[in-house]
């Protein structure tokens, strides 16, 4: 992710800062991700909610952009969307997260249009709304408080804790200024363990000997 994600930057002098955040605002550190993706899926239904929580987990974007996805917006390693305030945004998709795709695309027979449909048999994307519940029903399943802008702030903070700079982040998600990227960076209002591997250890945890 790190690796992918830097081959994006332009600009890597700004300083990796937590200015004005709100300490009430929630977010996931990496054991709270994984927490969120079990237990594992396995109905049509089920897969397809797992795929937006990773949808939100690897691109750390705002609902309304998760929930309108399709295969056209996807380039090789490329993803192009248009987000808020009506701009374009092009940003690399970990491998991970186009492996996860890819397995879903053949379970779910999508060949074009969205990623995420509201059912099987209805291939209009699910909504901004629907996309809020998918999460919020799995933190509560999960046992954890978070809502899909929590994983925008998530993605953010535990980026940042890998070492990924600033402007690489403010890049990542969109936003038209560091300094929001600096109020999504909660690193320095909690007390975490810097993170191992990140999203790939989430997905696929290590096997441990034995």
């Not at 009430?24 to 927490?35: I, M, S, T």
């Not at 309304?64 to 295969?71: F, N, Q, R, T």
Request: with cysteine; charged share 25%; aromatic share 6%.
């Amino acid at each position: 992710v790190v690796g992918e994600l830097m081959e994006m930057n332009t600009a890597r002098e700004a300083k990796n800062a937590s200015v004005g955040a709100d300490p009430r605002a929630p977010w996931l550190d990496e054991d709270g991700l994984r927490k969120l993706l079990a237990p594992p899926a396995e109905t049509w239904r089920e897969r397809r909610d797992r795929m937006c929580l990773l949808f939100f987990i690897g691109l750390g974007w705002r609902r309304s952009e998760i929930a309108g996805l399709c295969v056209e917006d996807f380039r090789g390693a490329m993803v192009t969307r248009i987000v808020k305030g009506g701009d374009p945004l092009t940003v690399g998709v970990p491998m991970w997260l186009q492996g996860e795709m890819a397995a879903w695309r053949t379970f779910a027979g999508i060949d074009a249009g969205p990623l995420l449909p509201r059912a099987p048999d209805e291939p209009s994307a699910i909504s901004s709304k629907m996309a809020y519940d998918i999460v919020t029903a799995a933190a509560k399943r999960a046992g954890v408080v978070i809502a899909p802008h929590g994983l925008r702030r998530s993605f953010v903070t535990v980026l940042g804790q890998m070492g990924v700079d600033l402007k690489t982040r403010q890049l990542a998600v969109g936003h038209k200024s560091q300094t929001t990227t600096e109020r999504y960076d909660r690193a320095g209002l909690a007390a975490t363990s810097a993170p191992g591997e990140l999203f790939a250890d989430i997905v696929r945890p290590k096997q441990t000997p034995g």
